[in-house]
């Protein structure tokens, strides 16, 4: 399978857990036929509203809050796994990662499943040296996905990120590569800016080192990375590319050509016609 494909396969299948799928409501609380749930009422809330209609917290608890509609307060919650978000501007649960519960500290206790800690979440499969799987908890069932190729999951924002940029993550036990040591220089100092490799065994796979810590990027179709100019160029121009994917290039490169030949040709054409009629 086409590599593009598989990453597009995996970003779909991200967007899918992260909005309830394609077409559906963003908002957590929705399973995949789109049926809501609520959170039921605890009881009425002794207290007055601020105003007739609008949510507010609940004193010590993370995941609770008061719902007021029409000035009528009543006490409610939040599904097992998410937390009350006064800044939300409709539905007002959102992730843990989104909402900073400071002291209110309490949550309901868990409904947890053999699939799931909470009803709802997003949690990191794997350990240090894997670290690209995660799974989506909707309802207490769980999706499983995969971030795009050299891309980590972070517990902490919610998202595939870099892996030096996850703290629970060994990106170079993960990416298989580890920055050559650069010598430092008496005059200079230690090596300054980004350095770049080439992969041994993939001529459109590089890693880039910001200092000691890898990130792995690749080139486009019928590319390859050009180690003395650290960019992509035509693979009919990189030596470590295999002979199928140098001959390929080389093909399209004729036909790029040769469509920009005639893409000029045609244009002065035009100008001289244009030319000629005045």
């Known amino acids: 399978m086409d590599k593009t494909l598989i990453v597009l396969a995996c970003l779909c299948g991200f967007a899918a857990a992260q909005f309830g799928g ?3 409501s963003s908002n957590p609380a929705f399973s995949r036929n789109q049926q809501p749930i609520q959170p039921a009422p605890k009881a009425t809330y002794a207290g007055s509203c601020p105003e007739l ?8 608890s993370c995941d609770a809050y008061i719902q007021c509609i029409n000035g009528t307060a009543e006490e409610r919650l939040c599904p097992d796994g998410l937390r009350f978000n ?3 501007a409709g539905y007002p649960c959102s992730y843990p990662n989104e909402v900073a519960c400071l002291e209110r500290s309490s949550l309901q206790p868990a409904q947890p499943t053999d699939q799931c800690e909470h009803q709802f979440g997003y949690y990191k499969l794997g350990d240090r040296s894997n670290c690209s799987y995660f799974r989506n908890c909707v309802s207490g069932v769980a999706y499983d996905f995969q971030c795009p190729e050299g891309l980590a999951w972070s517990s902490a924002s919610y998202r595939c990120d870099w892996p030096d940029e996850v703290e629970d993550c060994d990106a170079e036990a993960f990416l ?3 920055c050559p040591e650069v010598p430092v220089s008496r005059e200079l100092g230690p090596p300054a800016g980004f350095r770049y490799y080439r992969a041994e065994n993939n001529c459109q796979k590089y890693f880039l080192c910001l200092g000691t810590k890898p990130r792995v990027l690749f080139c486009g179709k019928n590319t390859g990375y050009d180690d003395l ?4 160029v035509s693979a009919d121009q990189v030596d470590a590319c295999p002979v199928q994917l140098r001959e390929e290039a080389a093909r399209a490169r004729a036909e790029a050509e040769q469509l920009l030949a005639k893409e000029l040709e045609f244009n002065a054409k035009t100008t001289n016609k244009r030319r000629n009629q005045f």
Do not use: H, I, L, W
């Open 22 to 24: 394609f077409g559906q």
């Open 53 to 60: 209609n609008g949510t507010y917290p609940v004193p010590g």
């Open 86 to 88: 006064p800044e939300a």
């Open 176 to 178: 298989g590569f580890r």
């Open 229 to 232: 100019t650290n960019t992509c």
